[in-house]
């Protein structure tokens, strides 16, 4: 019988967690013709969520719970989890019911069908804001543009992987991750469906723009070195402009005199200049600092228990 796991990071998720079990273990009843496991990565919650989900694995052993030392961040909670799952395949999944267990329904056909990436997209944005929907536009049509790889639009992490998928992704141990290019990344033979995206059942959002900030940031710096390029071109136009408008000036001098003028210009030429500045080092800064966090070669995460037992800190 083929195994199928789903992976399910968690931080505090207190409110949602048995509402989402309901819905999980209609789901694996009426599919019974696959094993199935829950794999839920607590990520150092600090509410009762723990305890909910050792509750529930008292009921139902398919239930396993991997339990981080800390908060490390959704995408170091699916790393951990992507090295725990047994699967033959994966479904990552939301805790809060944004993404409907029921889809899994619809993915796993095209996976016996040998896709080996099945992934949900959002049919529309509905509920969000002006604003999130704007900046989420432009934020992939500039990875788009920078990037080699296609990172797909309107695609969470809501997704059906292949085993071949979870081995590779487990290879990729960065620290600063942005896991959803990785899933482009890797390659592998894709397949879209199209879903509705509901609010959240309960509880409440750990998003807020400036997460959402670093992870655009995180999501351009690890797939594309462009920006440093783009400095570089910046620079040197302007450095060419510069050294046109100094002959000029020059030959200017020498045939007319110097009226002595252009106070205000000067002053923003400086000001510009120092702003291009600032932002070419900011943008090599970034570049330095993940260079500096990868070299320290630190484990990625470490795991307190898994399923209530310690865990070796040795393993990775
Ligand atoms: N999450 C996590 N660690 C965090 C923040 C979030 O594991 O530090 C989990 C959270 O429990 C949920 C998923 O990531 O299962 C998505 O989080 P959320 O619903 O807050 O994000 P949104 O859907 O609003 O983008
Ligand atoms: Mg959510």
């Not at 992934?119 to 969000?128: F, I, L, N, Q, V």
């Not at 070669?297 to 307190?304: I, L, Q, V």
């Amino acid at each position: 019988m083929k195994k199928i796991s789903i992976l399910i990071p968690a931080y505090n998720e207190e409110a949602v967690l048995t509402l989402l079990y309901d819905r999980v273990f209609i789901l694996m009843n009426k599919l019974s013709n696959y094993e199935w496991e829950v794999m839920f990565v607590n990520d150092g919650s600090k509410d009762n969520t723990l305890a909910i989900l050792y509750a529930l694995r008292n009921k139902d052993n398919r239930i396993n719970i991997v339990d981080l030392s800390r908060n490390y961040g959704k995408e170091i909670a699916m790393l951990a989890g992507f090295d725990y799952v047994s699967g033959d395949c994966v479904v990552i999944m939301d805790a809060d019911l944004q993404d409907p267990p029921e889809l899994i329904e619809q993915m796993i056909p095209y996976w016996e069908d040998g896709y080996d990436d099945v992934y949900a997209k959002r049919r529309s944005r509905e509920g969000e804001s002006f604003i999130k929907k704007k900046t989420s536009q432009w934020f992939y049509s500039i990875l788009k543009k920078t990037t080699k790889i296609n990172i797909q639009k309107n695609t969470g992490d809501f997704r059906l992987l292949d085993r071949s998928c979870i081995d590779a992704l487990c290879q990729i141990r960065e620290q600063s991750r942005y896991t959803k290019g990785m899933f482009s990344w890797i390659g592998f033979k894709k397949k879209e469906i199209i879903f509705d995206r509901s609010p959240r059942a309960a509880g409440k959002t750990k998003w807020n723009y400036f997460k959402l900030i670093s992870l655009a940031i995180e999501g351009i710096t690890s797939f594309t070195t462009k920006p440093l390029r783009i400095s570089t071109i910046i620079g040197s136009i302007i450095s060419l402009f510069a050294f046109i408008y100094m002959i000029y000036m020059l030959l200017r001098t020498i045939l007319y005199g110097n009226p002595v003028a252009g106070y205000p210009s000067l002053l923003v030429m400086i000001l510009f200049l120092g702003g291009v500045q600032l932002l070419s080092l900011g943008v090599l800064g970034e570049y330095i600092a993940r260079i500096f966090v990868e070299t320290k070669h630190r484990p990625t995460y470490f795991a307190r228990s898994f399923n209530g037992e310690k865990v070796n800190q040795n393993r990775h």
